[in-house]
């Protein structure tokens, strides 16, 4: 795929704008994954950043269950599950549901008819391994759709009245208006007021991360290199792109920020 001219590289963001970094709101699998794992220089990275008092908030597609248990073992100030669904504090706190859903057996209910419905014109399609442990949203394996097979399932599910997005692992149906800068915001907005818009940047590698890099709410966004296979279909794309990609990426972005804060202290 040819490169997005809009696209400028991590080394063009000046020292000043990265010192003023102080929370990294990112995306997980393929941002911090590398081919599905976490590397020992991706948690080291983690920990170099905490050391710096950069706060790192995981923002992930990822289920409710899923994130729960491994927010709490990550050097991480919380995490976002469900693509904006639900709120992990640090330490253990209880989760906060940001998608308000008055029945949640009816709610899951409604997601499966709608599921099956998918199933009729794509009987391939099957339910992911976390789906049980989900509250606010229902996924399915995104490998081996077309393109044109996932254009063709986002209009399906707006018809049903709901949502639809995908990652590089799963597609999601999901209430409309559910995404990951407004379960954002909103965190930000009640638990992280401290954090203004020039502290933050967004980091993402794919179409559920896409609203993440809406330069109207957060300026400074970083995609991995593994985004420019997706960047044709994104309506926001990211301000910078590092030369690496998935996790490496993510350490790319580490190494600016932690060498700016040092040259202007």
Same mark, same amino acid.
């Given at each position: 795929?040819?490169?997005?001219?809009?696209? @400028?590289?991590?080394?063009?963001?000046?020292?000043?704008?990265?010192?003023?970094?102080? #929370?990294?709101?990112?995306?997980?699998?393929?941002? =911090?994954?590398?081919? %599905?794992?976490?590397?020992? @220089?991706?948690?080291?990275? =983690?920990?170099? #950043? !905490?050391?710096?008092?950069?706060?790192?908030?995981?923002?992930?597609?990822?289920?409710?269950?899923?994130?729960?248990?491994?927010?709490?073992?990550?050097?991480?100030? %919380?995490?976002? !599950?469900?693509?904006?669904?639900?709120?992990?504090? &640090?330490?253990?706190?209880?989760?906060?549901?940001?998608?308000? /859903?008055?029945?949640? !057996?009816?709610?899951?209910?409604?997601? !499966?008819?709608?599921?099956?419905?998918?199933?009729?014109?794509?009987?391939?399609?099957?339910?992911?391994?976390?789906?049980?442990?989900?509250?606010?949203?229902?996924?399915?394996?995104?490998? *081996?759709?077309?393109?044109?097979?996932?254009?063709?399932?986002?209009?399906?599910?707006?018809?049903?009245?709901?949502?639809?997005?995908?990652?590089?692992?799963?597609?999601?149906?999901? &209430?409309? *208006?559910?995404?990951?800068?407004? %379960?954002?915001?909103?965190?930000?907005?009640?638990?992280?007021?401290?954090?203004?818009?020039?502290? /933050?940047?967004?980091?993402?590698?794919? &179409?559920?991360?896409?609203?993440?890099?809406?330069?109207?709410?957060?300026?400074?966004?970083?995609?991995?290199?593994?985004?420019?296979?997706?960047?044709?279909?994104?309506?926001?794309? &990211?301000?910078? $792109?590092?030369?690496?990609?998935? %996790?490496? *990426?993510?350490?790319?972005?580490?190494?600016? $920020?932690?060498?700016?804060?040092?040259?202007?202290?």
């Amino acid at each position: 795929m040819s490169r997005d001219l809009s696209l @400028a590289p991590l080394s063009e963001v000046s020292s000043i704008c990265l010192s003023k970094i102080r #929370l990294i709101a990112t995306d997980m699998d393929g941002t =911090l994954t590398r081919r %599905g794992k976490f590397t020992p @220089a991706l948690l080291q990275a =983690l920990e170099d #950043l !905490a050391a710096d008092d950069v706060k790192v908030l995981i923002v992930t597609g990822r289920s409710a269950g899923w994130v729960s248990g491994l927010s709490s073992l990550m050097p991480v100030a %919380g995490a976002i !599950a469900e693509n904006g669904g639900l709120y992990f504090p &640090p330490g253990n706190q209880k989760p906060v549901v940001l998608t308000p /859903i008055p029945d949640l !057996a009816q709610h899951r209910q409604h997601l !499966a008819t709608t599921f099956e419905n998918l199933q009729t014109k794509f009987p391939q399609i099957q339910e992911s391994t976390d789906n049980r442990f989900r509250l606010t949203d229902w996924t399915f394996d995104v490998a *081996g759709l077309r393109e044109d097979e996932l254009q063709t399932l986002d209009n399906l599910c707006q018809q049903m009245g709901w949502g639809f997005t995908y990652s590089n692992v799963q597609c999601h149906i999901k &209430p409309q *208006g559910q995404d990951k800068a407004v %379960g954002l915001l909103q965190v930000l907005r009640e638990y992280l007021p401290q954090y203004s818009s020039e502290q /933050i940047v967004t980091v993402g590698d794919s &179409p559920n991360d896409e609203s993440l890099f809406d330069r109207r709410y957060f300026p400074v966004s970083v995609g991995v290199a593994n985004v420019l296979e997706y960047v044709n279909r994104l309506k926001y794309q &990211p301000a910078y $792109i590092t030369t690496a990609a998935e %996790g490496e *990426g993510f350490c790319e972005l580490s190494s600016y $920020i932690l060498k700016s804060l040092h040259i202007s202290s």
